[in-house]
């Protein structure tokens, strides 16, 4: 666990999702029944019908996602922030949003079996929405060394056959259960019934737990969760100055505090911010030249 110990826990963007089957009811004759027989005979499943509440949620392509929480370590207490809209693609519109004030060059995702399924889940879901996914989980043409990714399953797993599940690992290390109400196989029928809150709510106990397991792998006290539940982002210029991404809303709000400056203020703001696009030591932003001249 050195790569664990080695990093600035405060670079960590813990998350984890909850899924649920796209829709209710599978019904006949649609497409959505056709591509999920299909998936049924490739795969051996005789009970098409079934077998879609339970297994759809673990697919991509025929579940949808139901929640998705965020977490950080910010002096010594565990923030975090869920999104749970019923509307998936607001929901992924705002957690997208999220992450791209919280990112930078530094910034490691980290949860339990994301590499293998929250982040590939994310990350399908937004195309079936027509969103753009953040870099952090556009991963799919990359090496798995290439990954900015801390996944707990992967670590605990090591040179070992098989990994573990967050329970066991939680058990083994004297974290607390996030399994003490429903678990994942609760969370479709919680769904379509309006249960949301009680899904965040097991979304929320698996990040804080996954910020334990990481806590005690780098042999550390456990944190209690803090009360409030927003994630402070970093500021605009320091998120610019550590590689962070650069969207069309940041250039907006850059344009709009611009915009009340006096001459010489503006001067000193251009200065500032065409030191920004450095490359010199390995240094890289996400902001360009061009971009920069578009703000004055």
Not at 4 to 17: A, G, P, S, V, Y
Not at 70 to 79: D, K, P, Y
Not at 227 to 236: H, R
Request: contains cysteine.
């Amino acid at each position: 666990m050195r790569i664990l110990r080695k990093q600035n826990i405060e670079d960590f963007l813990f998350f984890d999702i909850e899924t649920a089957p796209s829709v209710p009811v599978l019904e006949k004759d649609t497409p959505l029944w056709d591509a999920w027989e299909y998936h049924c005979i490739k795969n051996g499943i005789e009970d098409v019908a079934g077998s879609y509440f339970k297994e759809a949620p673990l697919h991509g392509e025929f579940g949808r996602i139901a929640c998705i929480t965020i977490g950080a370590v910010r002096n010594g207490e565990i923030i975090i922030k869920s999104f749970k809209d019923g509307d998936e693609k607001e929901l992924l519109e705002n957690f997208n949003s999220s992450v791209s004030k919280f990112a930078t060059n530094k910034t490691w995702l980290c949860g339990h079996v994301i590499t293998g399924f929250d982040i590939p889940f994310v990350a399908k879901r937004c195309y079936v929405n027509g969103i753009l996914p953040h870099i952090l989980f556009d991963v799919a043409h990359l090496k798995p060394w290439e990954l900015s990714v801390m996944d707990t399953a992967t670590l605990w797993k090591g040179t070992a056959f098989k990994m573990s599940t967050l329970i066991s690992v939680c058990a083994a290390l004297g974290v607390d259960s996030p399994k003490d109400d429903i678990d994942g196989g609760d969370v479709g029928k919680l769904f379509w019934e309006g249960g949301i809150d009680r899904i965040t709510d097991y979304c929320e106990k698996d990040v804080v737990a996954v910020v334990n397991v990481v806590r005690k792998l780098r042999g550390e006290e456990a944190l209690e969760r803090a009360v409030v539940e927003v994630i402070k982002p970093v500021g605009l210029i320091e998120h610019i100055f550590g590689g962070g991404e650069v969207t069309e809303d940041m250039l907006d709000e850059l344009r709009e505090v611009i915009s009340t400056m006096d001459k010489k203020e503006k001067v000193m703001a251009r200065e500032i911010l065409n030191s920004l696009p450095c490359r010199a030591k390995g240094k890289k932003t996400d902001i360009t030249k061009a971009q920069i001249k578009t703000l004055f």
